[in-house]
């Protein structure tokens, strides 16, 4: 074996040396990717969750704020029917209203026009 195969067989070895430490820096950052991607993901996740979360409060106080403000509409229709149901007996006041509007509405209707 001569000098030249010592050398060549030194710069193969370094070169061998050289790719399997490559090698071992690239499967170290996609190993460091894979948790990276998966913290992201995780994060993502979570954040939807929260968002939903908010949304579905949101909503569902709405709804209720609706139908609180419905049922309370719907009652006082209820209680205005209820009331324009029921008798009415006009007091000696409410004669004495009409009377004079009645005669309000004679004197305007029997008045000469100039």
């Excluded at 090698?23 to 993901?41: M, N, Q, S």
């Excluded at 009415?88 to 209203?97: C, G, K, S």
Aim: glycine fraction near 6%.
């Amino acid at each position: 074996m001569d000098g030249n195969d010592v050398r060549s067989d030194a710069g193969v070895e370094s070169a061998i040396a050289r790719v399997l430490d490559a090698e071992h820096g690239a499967r170290i950052a996609i190993d460091e990717a894979g948790r990276t991607a998966a913290a992201l993901t995780e994060a993502a996740r979570a954040a939807a969750r929260a968002l939903a979360e908010r949304t579905e409060r949101r909503i569902r106080g709405v709804r209720n704020a609706f139908e609180s403000r419905t049922a309370d509409a719907v009652a006082a229709l209820e209680a205005a029917a209820v009331e324009a149901g029921a008798p009415h007996d006009p007091t000696d006041e409410d004669l004495a209203r009409v009377d004079a509007a009645v005669a309000a509405l004679a004197a305007r209707l029997t008045r000469r026009v100039p």
